[in-house]
């Protein structure tokens, strides 16, 4: 399969702090890469510079073989780059059936096919944004990305905050998704283990660099990998004690 997305030598940061350095991924049709690291090691930098939203230094992003790095946010979104930010950016004074129709694009996402996906949503498709729990919205900033039939989705920490059934109820959607429906994505998620069951290749970012890369599968039962980039043991995330450095 050709590679959809191709980021090489990037470096991108805000203001004059330049947080990425020399990133370089490729990332291939129909697949999901996971990308991983601790707090602050640039992995959201990442998403939003894919986006278009941080301060670019060097390097280039193309998709599909289109060089989109001169592109504003705007028109990356209309050629294909789907985004699930942390703060949702749902309207919260629309309801779930207008936040989906307001920015639908043609294709074969559409609010029905949202409402099959999250059944809780057409349940609540006449409630307003701010009328819906965490989950919820969170279910709807998913669906307002699909119907603007992206060709890669970039979902930034999509689990954070929610109810354990939430999670789940998110995860098998995802799969669905990405597997059944051969949606390519970007995930960035601190529960590194929960989201490598989604995703084909994950990356671990320090520093803003690429430290590691690895099959899904192989990195989940990579205990020295995890612990040493990740500070994940098999009893969960290790705990920065005072004199740890």
Same mark, same amino acid.
Request: no cysteine; hydrophobic share 40%; glycine share 10%.
């Given at each position: ?25 490729? *990332?291939?049709? %129909?697949? +999901? $890469?996971? /990308?991983?690291? @601790? ?6 930098? =990442? ?92 279910? *709807?900033?998913? %669906?307002? +990305? $699909?119907? /603007?039939?992206? @060709? ?6 999509? =689990? ?86």
């Amino acid at each position: 399969m050709p590679d959809l997305l191709t980021i090489e030598h990037l470096s991108a940061g805000y203001g004059e702090a330049v947080v990425l350095s020399n990133v370089s991924l490729s *990332l291939v049709e %129909g697949q +999901a $890469l996971a /990308l991983l690291g @601790r707090n602050g090691m640039g992995k959201t930098t =990442l998403i939003n510079t894919i986006v278009g939203v941080t301060h670019y230094f060097g390097g280039t992003i193309a998709l599909d073989g289109t060089d989109i790095t001169p592109l504003r946010p705007d028109r990356r979104a209309q050629i294909g780059i789907g985004w699930v930010p942390q703060e949702r950016n749902i309207f919260k004074s629309l309801t779930v059936h207008e936040n989906l129709t307001a920015v639908a694009q043609p294709g074969p996402w559409t609010a029905e096919k949202v409402y099959e996906l999250f059944p809780r949503l057409k349940e609540r498709r006449q409630n307003l944004g701010n009328q819906l729990s965490g989950g919820e919205q969170q279910m *709807l900033a998913v %669906g307002r +990305a $699909l119907v /603007l039939n992206p @060709r890669v989705m970039l979902l930034d920490e999509p =689990l954070e905050g929610l109810a354990p059934i939430i999670v789940e109820e998110l995860l098998a959607a995802l799969r669905r998704v990405i597997h059944g429906g051969g949606m390519s994505a970007i995930l960035v998620e601190q529960n590194a283990k929960k989201i490598l069951g989604v995703t084909d290749r994950a990356i671990i970012l320090e520093r803003g660099s690429i430290v590691h890369t690895a099959d899904s599968a192989a990195l989940m039962t990579d205990r020295a990998a995890l612990e040493t980039h990740l500070g994940v043991t098999d009893h969960g995330p290790r705990r920065m004690g005072r004199n740890t450095r």
